[in-house]
T-cell receptor
Framework: DAGVIQSPRHEVTEMGQEVTLRCKPISGHDYLFWYRQTMMRGLELLIYFNNNVPIDDSGMPEDRFSAKMPNASFSTLKIQPSEPRDSAVYFC??????????FGPGTRLTVL | AQTVTQSQPEMSVQEAETVTLSCTYDTSESDYYLFWYKQPPSRQMILVIRQEAYKQQNATENRFSVNFQKAAKSFSLKISDSQLGDAAMYFCAFSSGSARQLTFGSGTQLTVLP
């Protein structure tokens, strides 16, 4: 049974470029979460969806960040334009009716 | 707003010994869930154990068990018979019954000494 799939695993880009991170949740899960992990701020929620609808996006840093979930099996997190302070590990997680969340392997983003 | 505090940035334990990682939380909610996640160097977040607030019995998963003190808002993780593979960063996390997102502590880096 496949877990949460994220791509790419690593992304190196230059400041000002657009970055798109992708996530495929576990089949049947109706909640999808995007988290960011940095040394300074730890793990923090960016946004989460329920049945493809954004429920809480209060953690999205600013207008440069946007997230979509066009269907139950796919979500994207986009940063445009990217800045060096966006460098972090970005995790996608999914869950069903229970509260425990299952995480993907993460995307390590480096913005030069 | 909920907060989760892990006051031990680093811990070490001898292989085969027992270690306890501490976690406290603050919430006004009565319905909530608590978790311990493990993050090895691969950075994969792995669920170790979960506890529902309404359950009085402490959760156990093989060598892992928790001491859940609801009145004190304390949720510690005990690892028995520590193994080299237990070395990782451990995060305590909180989820309320109404809001699904996880609030994480700052983590405890566990070293297992051979």
């Amino acid at each position: 049974d496949a877990g949460v799939i994220q791509s790419p695993r690593h992304e190196v880009t230059e400041m000002g470029q657009e970055v798109t991170l992708r996530c495929k949740p576990i089949s049947g899960h109706d909640y999808l979460f995007w988290y960011r992990q940095t040394m300074m701020r730890g793990l923090e929620l960016l946004i989460y969806f329920n049945n493809n609808v954004p429920i809480d996006d209060s953690g999205m840093p600013e207008d440069r960040f946007s997230a979509k979930m066009p269907n139950a099996s796919f979500s994207t997190l986009k940063i445009q334009p990217s800045e060096p302070r966006d460098s972090a590990v970005y995790f996608c997680a999914s869950s069903s009716g229970i509260h425990e969340q299952f995480f993907g392997p993460g995307t390590r983003l480096t913005v030069l | 707003a909920q907060t989760v505090t892990q006051s031990q940035p680093e811990m070490s334990v001898q292989e085969a010994e027992t270690v306890t990682l501490s976690c406290t939380y603050d919430t006004s909610e009565s319905d909530y869930y608590l978790f311990w996640y493990k993050q090895p160097p691969s950075r994969q977040m792995i669920l170790v154990i979960r506890q529902e607030a309404y359950k009085q019995q402490n959760a156990t998963e093989n060598r892992f068990s928790v001491n859940f003190q609801k009145a004190a808002k304390s949720f510690s993780l005990k690892i028995s018979d520590s193994q080299l593979g237990d070395a990782a960063m451990y995060f305590c996390a909180f989820s309320s019954g109404s809001a699904r997102q996880l609030t994480f502590g700052s983590g405890t880096q566990l070293t297992v000494l051979p």
